[in-house]
């Protein structure tokens, strides 16, 4: 709510990745909230969380969707990242407002439509065989067309993003070096831009990697409720722990250091034929 209130009241939310960051902060908002609410399920009525209800598919599915909303705007802003920095030499191509706006719409649609598949029939709810262990009545199936994909979007498109940034960084670096121009702006900004990835990175790793392997597992798990009862359900807790970790972290993150990295990438300069030009990225 913090990111989102003070987004909203600087000038700065017009720019195409500050619309992308408030998004993301709403989406963070939105997983946050969604996990409260199957909190107060549990506490209320643990069974129903253990054994599956009708009452646990809108929480779930909020709690889909949600995530799956913070996934797609990381990537999207890793993305914009790359766009921005890559394109910056090509007038013809700017990630413009319109650009992120449409990115946002279409997010939340996809996330919307995959989320609430179970609320549309796919769940297990009259089905005994390919039930959900860890997320009753989700059905194995759905998890796994879930998670897949979305996970290795998660991992890897933000780490090819990043590195390619790093990659041009050092390109340009190395061309104004030859030219006998100061690369100290550019060094400063490659170490930024590699630190920033990394802390990305990982925090994405640390979060999904344990949900992940939960739904590994109940993919490959024969036995049932009562026999896995309380170790499993245990380790359920801890990854829903580690997924509002990364609502947390995501604002220290893409916001704290926002300033910081706006302003190393700002004050970059381009080399443009024989002259040095300034570059807005």
């Given at each position: 709510c913090i990111v989102i209130f003070t987004r909203m009241a600087t000038k700065d939310l017009h720019k195409p990745i500050s619309i992308l960051f408030c998004n993301l902060a709403f989406s963070d908002l939105f997983t946050s909230f969604s996990g409260f609410w199957i909190s107060m399920l549990f506490i209320t009525n643990p069974d129903i969380t253990i054994f599956g209800s009708k009452d646990m598919l809108a929480p779930y599915a909020l709690y889909t969707t949600s995530i799956l909303s913070t996934i797609y705007n990381l990537v999207s802003i890793g993305i914009e990242r790359y766009l921005a920095v890559a394109e910056s030499m090509r007038t013809r191509f700017r990630v413009a407002r319109n650009h992120s706006v449409a990115v946002v719409v279409i997010n939340w649609v996809l996330a919307f439509f995959l989320g609430c598949l179970p609320l549309m029939g796919w769940n297990c709810l009259r089905m005994e065989k390919n039930l959900s262990v860890l997320y009753s009545p989700f059905c194995v199936d759905y998890l796994i067309f879930i998670a897949i994909p979305n996970v290795v979007a998660a991992f890897f498109i933000p780490l090819f993003t990043y590195l390619r940034i790093i990659i041009i960084l050092r390109k340009r670096k190395l061309r104004m070096k030859a030219c006998g121009q100061a690369t100290g702006t550019y060094k400063s900004a490659e170490i930024q831009v590699a630190r920033t990835s990394i802390f990305i990175w990982l925090l994405a790793l640390i979060s999904y990697a344990p949900f992940f392997a939960g739904?590994?597992?109940?993919?490959?798990?024969?036995?049932?409720?009562?026999?896995?009862y309380?170790?499993?359900?245990?380790?359920?807790?801890?990854?829903?722990?580690?997924?509002?970790?990364?609502?947390?972290?995501?604002?220290?993150?893409?916001?704290?250091?926002?300033?910081?990295?706006?302003?190393?990438?700002?004050?970059?300069k381009c080399l443009s034929a024989n002259r040095v030009r300034a570059c807005t990225i």
């Open positions: 739904v590994i597992f109940d993919a490959t798990n024969h036995q049932c409720h009562t026999d896995l309380p170790g499993v359900y245990i380790f359920r807790n801890c990854t829903a722990m580690l997924i509002t970790i990364n609502c947390l972290g995501n604002p220290i993150i893409y916001t704290l250091k926002a300033k910081t990295l706006g302003a190393k990438l700002k004050a970059l």
